[in-house]
Each structure stands twice: as structure tokens, then as C-alpha cells.
């Protein structure tokens, strides 16, 4: 039985395929870059796998890995969150912030404690 150390896939034209293979991931993306492929995406497999048990290895990958999407959204739902606690936290606060006059700043001075 054959068996591979690389798993991926890469598409040419319409047509996205499986792709297993031996060597390493740097040669092999740029062969198929070469030969106009794109969307390539290739992992190392933990021993080496017949192609259909390399196959299901990868497919299950693929379902474990949040897309760009999944992160974001859940990103801007914690986001979101945090800044109600914030809010909710802050009701009933009464706090007074005193701003010095630019003029009354010297950010020249470096005696001042704030120079930049």
C-alpha cells in the first residue's frame, strides 16, 4: 500500500481536487503554482497515510479550522459584550476629568513631567 506524507488541495480552473503527495510542502505548492494552480493548501500528516486515510485526515481538519468569518464574528460578539459591561458598569458613575489649558503645557520643557 502507498502511502504519503502531505495532504492538501488546490484548484485549476473550475476544478478544486485532493491533492497527497511525498517530499515537502515548499516543493510541492510551488509545482502546482507553476502549473497555474491556485487556492493551494497543504498540511503534513502526523505519520505517513493512504490517500483515502489522508484524505479523511484533511477533511477533518478542515471542519476543526474557524474560517476568517466564524473568528470575526465571535471577535465583534465579544466586543460587543464587553462594551455593554462596560456601559453597564458605568451607569450611576459621576466622574469629572479636568483638562490643562494646551496653552499651560510646555512639551518643550523636558523638567515637565509630560514631554514628548
Given at each position: 500500500m502507498k502511502t504519503f506524507t502531505i495532504v492538501g488541495k488546490s484548484t485549476l480552473g473550475q476544478q478544486t481536487k485532493a491533492r497527497v503527495a511525498n517530499g515537502t510542502i515548499k516543493a510541492r505548492t510551488a509545482v502546482l503554482a507553476r502549473n497555474g494552480h491556485t487556492d493551494i493548501q497543504f498540511v503534513e500528516l502526523p505519520e505517513p497515510m493512504s490517500k483515502p486515510?489522508?484524505?479523511a485526515f484533511f477533511e477533518a481538519q478542515e471542519l476543526m479550522t474557524p474560517t476568517f468569518e466564524d473568528v470575526s464574528a465571535d471577535i465583534l460578539?465579544?466586543?460587543?459584550?464587553?462594551?455593554?459591561?462596560?456601559?453597564?458598569?458605568?451607569?450611576?458613575?459621576?466622574?469629572?476629568?479636568?483638562?490643562?489649558?494646551d496653552s499651560e503645557l510646555d512639551f518643550n520643557n523636558t523638567a515637565s513631567p509630560i514631554h514628548y
Open positions: 486515510e489522508a484524505i460578539a465579544r466586543e460587543a459584550e464587553l462594551d455593554q459591561q462596560m456601559e453597564d458598569a458605568s451607569v450611576g458613575l459621576d466622574i469629572e476629568v479636568e483638562l490643562e489649558e
